[in-house]
């Protein structure tokens, strides 16, 4: 049975920083890019899967749902897997439908109008915060937004305090 050793919302998917850095230090032999508008296009999937496979490490590009599926189905087989998704509501979705994880790792969300700076890395709404709020309280998730290893990780519980 594989499982989940990290997943990560990260509005770049598969870069550098998360194919050699992120993945690395969680121990994952395998990315999967849980994204229904990348999965549906063969060209943004050609290139996630060609910038991911470099690395070495199994990729695969899902519908959202399709994670989901592959998880209830066949537990991500033996896979180590970090788990990527754009967004937060993305990855909300995944995780209380079932795919189990222990940490989630928020590490790249651009800053929009509308959203507070947690990390320089990373900018997030109400909306979202709160979502991260439910997933630690009722799956008792470790969330923290970090962009890579080498920085300083950032607790929910001081973003919730940004917010206050």
């Known amino acids: 049975m594989g499982k989940v050793v ?8 598969i870069h550098g920083q998360v194919a050699t850095n992120v ?3 969680a121990g994952a032999n395998a990315l999967f890019v849980a994204d229904d508008v990348s999965a549906n296009d063969e060209f943004t999937k050609n290139i996630i899967v060609s910038a991911g496979s470099q690395t070495g490490h ?3 590009v899902l519908k959202e749902d399709g994670a989901v599926r592959y998880w209830n ?3 991500y087989d033996d896979f180590n897997v970090m788990l990527i998704t754009k967004s937060i509501e993305v990855m909300y979705k995944i995780l209380k439908a079932g795919v189990p994880v222990a940490e989630l790792n928020i590490g790249g969300i651009p800053q929009t109008p509308g959203t507070t ?10 909306e979202q915060l709160d979502l991260l709020v439910d997933l630690k309280q009722s799956l008792g998730i470790d969330i923290y937004f970090q962009a890579t290893p080498s920085l300083k990780k950032v607790s929910l519980d001081e973003a919730v305090k940004m917010f206050a």
Not at 117 to 126: C, L, T
């Open 58 to 60: 199994k990729i695969r």
């Open 73 to 75: 189905d066949r537990q």
């Open 23 to 25: 993945s690395k230090s």
């Open 6 to 13: 990290l997943a990560r919302v990260d509005s770049r998917l």
């Open 117 to 126: 700076k947690v990390i320089n890395e990373v900018a997030i709404n109400k």
